[in-house]
């Protein structure tokens, strides 16, 4: 069974001699490039996605404080958090540490019963927090106000206010603690607050007065002095392959593992990481890149086709109109030809190769249509010119004529082949008189070409005709070119790329002798 061309190729590829070491190698550092890209992607989309990180919870509709818990994820906050200098805000941290005091004071309070004295002045001082919190904003220091405005909103619908500030006094209120109770009122502050209030942080700048980021140590020394030694052992592999190429045009060769060591524009790792990991055999993405490549000609293949066809024809017709052609036709010859001195007998060659092929095998096996033209060409000849038309009707000298041109074209035929067969047999030996004379012949043609072109109106007439077929099949043509004839086409290309056919010899369902 035929297979499709990109198994084709995966065979081609796997069959090429490669060392164990040099394969193992190969796949050592497609694994590693992979664990690169991985770590490159974590690193781009740690900072926006912190909060996941810290709090490993999931809310699958943003609107609805809906939270499924992965805890089985690990808490990466810890290590990553000093590579890329993230550390605790001052302020969101003094309002958890207050939190925290307030909560061991109030966990004693029985329900029903009015706060003491320090226990108000603590629930005084985390009101007074809770409003310079809303008015400082400390999340702007992350790039994350929409936290802030997600705390607001819950203090609104908790304390049923419009003013944030007026609901977080009326939940820290002593009455409120009094009527309602602590414990109601702190799963309220636990869940729907403070884990957001623990989100913010603070990032230091580095004197670039950029971010502080060290992931480009852990990237130099763990993966990109494994792709240097890569490189340049591909490099060497190379020039001992090709010893005439240069260091930088071996380089250049290999332009597309260059994104494995530029610091910025990481993402681009992605190239050079799909395309060790497709030729060290452990993915293959051919058929994806079919598929894909498919569907994009499949929008394109109609408009590309237009444009293809149109400036063939144009291109054809603009050599058609112009009247260079005598010149064009005087410059085959071969004194005025410009091609080094092996080309210039090339087509003296071709005609001592072909003409000996025509006259001494080819023309003997058209003998017999040969002589039944000819024969019949000379019994016309013969009614029309010998015999009178009033014997044209007897049957004998139909007989006689018949038999006179038979003989005459079997006569002639025979000549004829014998001077082509012999005429053949000398031109297939080498000499050099007679090349010149081929040569002479060639040059006469294509001179006296030119010169009857040029002396008539056969150039003119002959353009404008040639020109009138092409503007009729522009319009032929390109007419039927539509979607429907492409995706045909494609589907005709899948049927004979599947078609079962005779098994190859390399086929391993074949069995070997």
């Known amino acids: 069974m035929a297979s499709p061309r990109w198994q084709d190729r995966t065979k081609?590829?796997?069959?090429?001699?490669?060392?164990?070491?040099?394969?193992?190698?190969d796949r050592f550092v497609a694994v590693w490039a992979s664990v690169n890209l991985l770590w490159v992607a974590f690193d781009i989309t740690y900072v926006p996605l912190r909060t996941f990180w810290l709090q490993r919870n999931l809310y699958p509709i943003p609107s609805v404080p809906l939270v499924v818990p992965l805890r089985f994820i690990p808490d990466l906050t810890p290590l990553v958090d000093p590579i890329k200098g993230i550390e605790p805000h001052r302020e969101t941290q003094a309002y958890l540490e207050q939190f925290r005091q307030l909560d061991a004071a109030l966990l004693s309070l029985p329900a029903g019963q009015a706060p003491q004295p320090r226990q108000v002045l603590l629930l005084n001082r985390q009101a007074q927090l809770t409003a310079q919190l809303i008015?400082?904003?400390?999340?702007?220091?992350?790039?994350?106000?929409?936290?802030?405005?997600?705390?607001?909103?819950?203090?609104?619908?908790?304390?049923?206010?419009?003013?944030?500030?007026?609901?977080?006094?009326?939940?820290?209120?002593?009455?409120?603690?009094?009527?309602?109770?602590?414990?109601q009122e702190r799963l309220f502050w636990n869940d729907q607050v403070l884990p957001l209030v623990a989100t913010n942080y603070w990032r230091s700048i580095d004197e670039n007065g950029r971010p502080t980021d060290h992931f480009w140590r852990i990237d130099l020394l763990l993966f990109q002095s494994v792709f240097v030694l890569d490189i340049l052992l591909r490099l060497i592999l190379l020039r001992r392959r090709l010893p005439g190429l240069s260091w930088g045009d071996a380089l250049l060769r290999r332009w597309s593992d260059l994104p494995l060591l530029l610091p910025f524009w990481r993402w681009l790792r992605l190239v050079p990481v799909l395309e060790r990991l497709q030729t060290s055999g452990l993915v293959n993405f051919e058929p994806l890149r079919a598929v894909v490549s498919?569907?994009?000609?499949?929008?394109?293949?109609?408009?590309?086709?237009?444009?293809?066809?149109?400036?063939?024809?144009?291109?054809?017709?603009?050599?058609?109109?112009?009247?260079?052609?005598?010149?064009r036709l005087r410059a085959l010859r071969s004194h005025q030809s410009v091609a080094s001195s092996s080309d210039e007998r090339a087509l003296v060659e071709l005609v001592r190769i072909w003409a000996p092929l025509l006259l001494s095998r080819v023309a003997p096996k058209l003998a017999p249509e040969l002589q039944g033209l000819l024969g019949y060409s000379l019994r016309q000849s013969l009614e029309r010119t010998v015999v009178p038309a009033p014997l044209r009707q007897l049957q004998p000298l139909l007989q006689v004529e018949t038999g006179i041109s038979r003989q005459l074209a079997s006569g002639m035929v025979d000549s004829l082949l014998e001077l082509s067969r012999s005429t053949g047999n000398q031109l297939s030996r080498r000499d050099d008189v007679q090349l010149d004379l081929l040569q002479r012949f060639i040059d006469r043609f294509w001179e006296e070409l030119a010169a009857a072109l040029e002396s008539g109106s056969a150039l003119e007439r002959s353009q404008e005709l040639l020109c009138t077929l092409i503007d009729g099949a522009k319009g032929t043509y390109l007419s039927q070119i539509n979607r429907a004839g492409i995706e045909a086409l494609i589907q005709e290309l899948d049927q004979l790329m599947t078609a079962p056919g005779p098994a190859s010899p390399e086929d391993p369902a074949t069995p070997a002798p």
């Open 12 to 25: 081609s590829a796997s069959a090429e001699p490669v060392g164990r070491w040099m394969l193992g190698w």
């Open 135 to 183: 008015d400082s904003n400390p999340f702007l220091a992350s790039e994350a106000s929409g936290t802030l405005e997600k705390i607001k909103n819950r203090l609104r619908q908790r304390a049923d206010r419009d003013s944030a500030r007026q609901a977080s006094s009326l939940l820290l209120s002593p009455e409120r603690i009094q009527t309602s109770g602590w414990s």
């Open 294 to 327: 498919r569907g994009v000609v499949a929008l394109l293949a109609v408009e590309l086709f237009e444009v293809l066809s149109l400036q063939i024809l144009d291109g054809t017709q603009g050599l058609i109109r112009s009247r260079r052609w005598p010149q």
